[in-house]
């Protein structure tokens, strides 16, 4: 059994129209919509093999904040490909993930996100900022996971 956990950075900070959309950072409000969405992961035991986010200053800051409040202590894995990423790439960079990892959790962006939901288990709403989707592989490979044996377990949404 493989697990994905699948989280968009929070709530971002849209006021500055000059800054470049990498360097965008999450308010206030996400930082504090994440801790939330965090403890209650905390309360259900969650605590990831490998936290992989993308590079943007908010998935980052996102994936901090995760890591913090879940006691995750090893190294979090920036992905480049994770920013601006098509689904077909979200998937081949999560089956490239080595099997002895058997719960992953990955901090992105969206449309890919959502667009992986829509593959992956026919989720019918977009992710929102700080949500997270809890999904179940029946296989014993990264590379295995598709529809077939996906099955999604819950969502948390930021309160």
């Known amino acids: 059994m493989k697990t994905l956990y699948i989280m968009r950075h929070a709530d ?7 800054i470049d959309d990498y360097d965008i950072q999450v308010t206030p409000k996400g ?3 994440v801790e939330n969405v965090s403890k209650k992961l ?3 035991n969650v605590l990831p093999d490998l936290l992989v986010a993308s590079p943007a200053l908010r998935t980052k800051q996102t994936a901090e904040v995760v890591a ?3 006691g995750y202590t090893k190294s979090i894995m920036y992905n480049e490909v994770l920013f601006q990423a098509f689904v077909n790439e979200v998937i081949e ?4 993930t080595f099997d ?4 992953l959790m990955i901090v992105g962006h969206n449309p890919s996100l959502t667009a992986l939901g829509v593959s992956l288990v026919g989720l ?3 992710i929102l900022m700080g949500e997270v989707l809890k999904i179940e592989f029946d296989c014993n490979s990264w590379t295995s996971i598709d529809i077939s044996n996906a099955k ?3 969502q948390i949404k930021p309160d």
């Open 68 to 70: 913090k409040e879940l």
């Open 100 to 103: 002895d990892v058997n719960t």
């Open 42 to 44: 905390k309360e259900k």
């Open 124 to 126: 019918k709403e977009k």
């Open 152 to 154: 999604l377990i819950y």
């Open 12 to 18: 971002k900070d849209i006021s500055n129209p000059n």
């Open 93 to 96: 960079s999560i089956t490239y």
């Open 31 to 33: 930082l504090k919509d």
